[in-house]
């Protein structure tokens, strides 16, 4: 028996890092996936290897920030027979430089990237969601703008530390209904975002554990979220961040 068997999980970001892991174990768990991206040549190639491993998989190219990429993620997972999870995951770190040398333009996109796309998204899971007697929502946040900040990353840390007021806001809400939301809190992810060999072992000081992640070590920590394994867990932060957070 696997964790996942008979559900259906949305999972967005799916075409690297950490949404392709996800998508991937999920896959691998029994989940039925509808999986998104902007880019569809990497995104297909992830679900070629879901399907040639026997697994269920829909792929669903579209920018995040729209309501129309959400409204066809609910329908996709719709003809799978419902959803059971969502793993609310694309973001993007947006411009990087001093905060009053950010333009409207470049704040309104990195918190459209990180924060408006994790509400569309959950305003269009949850009554998929009800209409299943509940569900188990996960937004991938980080460690910059929860427990610290970084030069350059004001907008991209705001939109991530907002993301558990949502968490919490949708517990409040739909908690009673069976739906659980949390937060994962990444620290450094071996990623194509975590940029370059140098920039990688400056991230890697900041953790206890003196290294960043895998991503298939977070994909672990989003399905322990989303599983029954996680049954009372609602409203709650999960870092995954190889201590970082309790080291500074």
Known sequence: MTLLNNKVAIITGASSGIG???????????????????????LNEVAETIADLGGRVHA???????????ERLVQAADRFGGLDIAVNNAGAVGAIKPLAELSLEEWNHTLNANLTSAFLGA???????????????????????????????????AAKAALMGLVKGLTADYAVKGIRANALLPGGVDTAMAGDDAQKEWAAGLHAMKRIANPE????????????????????????????AAVK
Request: avoid cysteine; charge should be negative; glycine fraction near 14%.
């Open 123 to 157: 305003r269009f899971q949850v009554p998929l969601m009800l209409a299943r007697g509940g569900g188990a929502i996960v937004f991938t946040s980080s460690f910059v703008g929860t427990s610290v900040g970084l030069p350059g990353m004001a907008a991209y840390g």
């Open 60 to 70: 669903v190219v579209g920018d995040v920030g729209l309501a129309q990429t959400h």
């Open 217 to 244: 070590e977070l994909a672990q920590a989003a399905l322990f979220l989303a599983s029954p394994m996680a049954s009372f867990v609602a409203g709650s932060a999960l870092y995954a961040d190889g201590g970082n």
């Open 20 to 42: 392709r892991a996800t998508a991937l174990l999920f896959a691998a768990e029994g989940a039925a996936v509808v999986i998104n991206a902007r880019g569809e040549q990497a």
